[in-house]
Structure formats: structure tokens, C-alpha cells
């Protein structure tokens, strides 16, 4: 049976909820998925001031368990357009799994949220990807056998380059149903190519 990794980092919830609905995904396809997430980089006192939720379920990964899986689904916010500090720093650390290949072959796919629907997803999505391809990974996106991203008659996210989901500049919006299910089609999709290849 494969085994597939759902790897985030989510300062307010809305990305652990994506990570939650991705790990559906993967179990429904019959692969085995753990989820953890990335440090807290940000000093404690000042991300309890910034209403960081704090107090995830997920387990705190390390670098060197990354090549005990067939399959690494990473997923964070958008900053600026681009990845999270917090994702960075985790993935910067991983330079000898690239040195020795440990990841070559393997499944990778990458999700994400943004305030707005233009904040940077799908750049997003493709710096998560880059990463994912320097370690050697075959990517899964998200296609449109997922009609759920089609249409605009409501805000949605969704990109063939991921699940993702907008939270609205103060937060509130919480990922939609629509949403979840891209996240848990997706998931589906990634422990489907590694029971293929690996199961």
C-alpha cells in the first residue's frame, strides 16, 4: 500500500481544514496518509497577538522523514504571491534528500489559499511545485474531471495547478464546500497515481 504525506504550514486554520479534506481524498483511494505540518518559525508571544491558531492536532514533521513516503502533498497560504517563510525554511532544510535523490519518482502535488481571488494562488501553486520538481517528484494538479472549479456562479477557488481556497482579508471565509471536495479530488487523484506506482 502506498503511503502519502499531506505536509502543511496554516497560520489561521483555513490550510489545516484543506489538509484535512485532501487526507480524505488520499484514504478513499485506498492509500495510507499521514498529516503533519511544518514549524512555527514566528515567536510565540507575537503570533498569539496575530490570533494564530496555535493549536494544531497535526504532528510537527522533520525534514528526514520526507523520504518515507511514495507521495508529499504540500500545502500553505500565499505570501505576497509567493510561499509561506514557515514552508520555505522546512523546504531549505531538504537539500541532502535532493543530493541523494530520495525523492526521485515519487508523487507530489501542492495546494493553497490566498485573502483574495487574485492573491497569488497559482504562483503559489508553482512555487510549491518547483520545489517538488527539483526533488525529481511526478506532480499531480488538480483537472477538470473536477467540474466543482468550473463556472462563476459563486467565489470559489480551485486551479488545474491545485486545490485552493480563499479566506477574505480578515479571515472569515472558511473553505466552501466546492473547495473541500477539489481538495479531497485531488487527494483522491494523488494516492490513485501512488497506489499505481507504488502500491
Known amino acids: 500500500m502506498a503511503k502519502v504525506l499531506v505536509l502543511y504550514y496554516s497560520s ?26 511544518v514549524p512555527e518559525t514566528v515567536p510565540q508571544s507575537v503570533a498569539s497577538d496575530a490570533g494564530f491558531k496555535l493549536h494544531q492536532t497535526a504532528p510537527v514533521a522533520t525534514v528526514d522523514e520526507l523520504a518515507n513516503y511514495d507521495g508529499i502533498v504540500l500545502g500553505t497560504g500565499t505570501r505576497f504571491g509567493r510561499i509561506s517563510s514557515q514552508m520555505a525554511a522546512f523546504l531549505d532544510q531538504a537539500g541532502g534528500l535532493w543530493a541523494s535523490g530520495a525523492l526521485n519518482g515519487k508523487v507530489g502535488a501542492a495546494f493553497t489559499a490566498s485573502a483574495s481571488q487574485h492573491g497569488g494562488q497559482e504562483t503559489t501553486l508553482f512555487s510549491l511545485i518547483t520545489n517538488l520538481l527539483h526533488f525529481g517528484m511526478t506532480i499531480v494538479g488538480l483537472p477538470y474531471s473536477f467540474q466543482g472549479q468550473l463556472g462563476v456562479d459563486e467565489v ?23 473547495e473541500l471536495e477539489g481538495a479531497r479530488h485531488q487527494g483522491e487523484l494523488v494516492g490513485m497515481t501512488a497506489q499505481k506506482l507504488f502500491g
Do not use: N
Not at 484514504?27 to 498529516?35: L, M, P, Q
Not at 477557488?157 to 482579508?169: E, H, K, N, V
Open 12 to 37: 489561521y486554520g483555513h490550510i489545516e481544514l484543506m489538509a484535512f479534506a485532501i487526507a480524505e481524498g488520499i484514504r478513499k483511494s485506498g492509500a495510507e496518509v499521514d498529516i503533519k505540518r
Open 156 to 178: 470559489k477557488g480551485g486551479s488545474p495547478y491545485g486545490a485552493t481556497t480563499i479566506a477574505d482579508g480578515d479571515g472569515s471565509r472558511l473553505p466552501s464546500e466546492v
